[in-house]
Nanobody, 123 residues
Framework: QVQLVESGGGLVQPGNSLRLSCAPS????????IGWFRQAPGKEREVVSC????????EYRDSAKGRFAISRDRAKNTVYLQMSSLKPEDTGVYYCAAGGNCSQISKRTVDYWGQGTQVTVSS
């Protein structure tokens, strides 16, 4: 079965860190740009960060700049989102998505979605 699987979510206090992982089942991430989305309760799903297909150009939502870092480990066929200095407004379900390029991903034109992992930032 071809799918993306996220892991690494959880409950953390403000100021702490989490690392999310996105790994595929049934295909390789090579050849895909990968985006991370967040969906807060009652809000639309929004892109947080994206890494391009071949040269690993990274893009971030303004609220994530300086705190989040997206990376790709081609040997492990995994993309990570390192989140630091977490804030309550970072709370939501985080999804990874694979697509042709980050511009398409930002418009939610993707080939694969993951099932999501919950991140809750609360004291």
């Amino acid at each position: 079965q071809v799918q993306l699987v996220e892991s690494g979510g959880g409950l953390v206090q403000p100021g702490n860190s989490l690392r999310l992982s996105c790994a595929p089942s049934g295909f390789t991430l090579d050849g895909y740009a990968i985006g991370w989305f967040r969906q807060a309760p009652g809000k639309e799903r929004e892109v947080v960060s994206c890494i391009s297909r071949s040269v690993d150009i990274r893009e971030y939502r303004d609220s994530a700049k300086g705190r989040f870092a997206i990376s790709r480990d081609r040997a492990k066929n995994t993309v990570y989102l390192q989140m630091s200095s977490l804030k309550p407004e970072d709370t939501g379900v985080y999804y990874c998505a694979a697509g042709g390029n980050c511009s398409q991903i930002s418009k939610r034109t993707v080939d694969y979605w993951g099932q999501g992992t919950q991140v809750t930032v609360s004291s």
